[in-house]
């Protein structure tokens, strides 16, 4: 049995940067790219304090840091946007509300009751701003017909696409 050596963070970076095929793509001034990083945890969630959760903070704190700084020193056109385990989720906990600002988050219907609504900064449901439907099983349009039926609520005026995954 074979496994596949994913990339790491750093060398999506370095690839971004550096690939003479890759980075011009990043490094249009007319077009932003963006990236949904869809973090995850083995154990327990990214909020419970314990050691491998602090572990898992530290090192996308390192990622975000590390993203910041390139976007802002040099000519990259790139977003990041938060997904999975590090998603500001009500399921997360309130650590991450506020962190790895100014990045917004993907919104999956469950994750917060008011986020749909809401773009409060102080309980982090501005973060919310790509509607992130799961397709469901024998209904895979449940949830787009549900928010079709309330025009989409806040997801409508977003600039950013819906996205839909499959469980």
Known sequence: VSSRQYNTSDSLLKMIENDPIVSPYFRNPDKKMHIAMCFKIDHGSPCDGSPSSNAWLSLVDDFFYQAQNMTKNQTINLEFILDGSGAPTTSSGS?????????????????????????????????????????????????????????????????YPYLIWEP
């Not at 509300?97 to 982090?124: L, M």
């Not at 469901?136 to 549900?146: E, K, T």
């Open 95 to 159: 650590c991450l509300s506020q962190r790895w600002r100014p990045w917004v988050s993907t919104f999956i219907p469950g994750d917060s009751t008011t986020a749909p609504i809401d773009n409060n900064s102080i309980n982090g449901d501005d973060r919310f701003q790509v509607f992130n439907p799961s397709e469901i099983v024998g209904d895979p349009a449940l949830y787009i017909n549900m928010y079709a039926a309330e025009d989409y609520l806040k997801f409508a005026l977003a600039k």
